[in-house]
């Protein structure tokens, strides 16, 4: 089973920068899609943006596309979500996932990790 641990969450301004890691037990095969998730107080799961992991091809949801760049880096079998530009409304649980079928829903994906948390002061 490969249990993602997700890091690098925090408090930031507005504008302002975080990276966020996904660094799993097991290791992540090219086969895979790595996806970000986001959870925020009262609010469903939202897809934030995924990676194929044998070519890098990167997708990403409506809400932060040219803000947030999701990579990798597979010697170390981890993923990042840089996240720039934020916005309060940006305040969430982060937690990243894996399948192997591109999708843009949580319920296909599996594996999930406990989650870090993003905050954005205005």
């Known amino acids: 089973q490969v249990q993602p641990v997700e890091s690098g969450g925090g408090l930031a301004q507005a504008g302002g920068s975080l990276r966020l890691s996904c660094a799993p037990s097991?290791?992540?095969?090219?086969?895979?899609?790595m996806g970000w998730f986001r959870q925020a107080p009262g609010k469903e799961r939202e897809f934030v943006g995924c990676i194929r992991w044998g070519v890098g091809r990167t997708y990403y949801a409506d809400s932060v596309k040219g803000r947030f760049s999701i990579s990798k880096d597979g010697a170390k079998n981890t993923m990042y979500l840089q996240m720039n530009s934020l916005k309060p409304e940006d305040t969430a649980i982060y937690y990243c996932?894996?399948?192997?079928?591109?999708?843009?829903?949580?319920?296909?994906?599996?594996?999930w990790g406990q989650g870090t948390q993003v905050t954005v002061s205005s």
């Open positions: 996932a894996r399948t192997n079928s591109l999708s843009y829903s949580g319920a296909d994906y599996r594996d």
């Open positions: 097991g290791r992540i095969f090219s086969s895979h899609i």
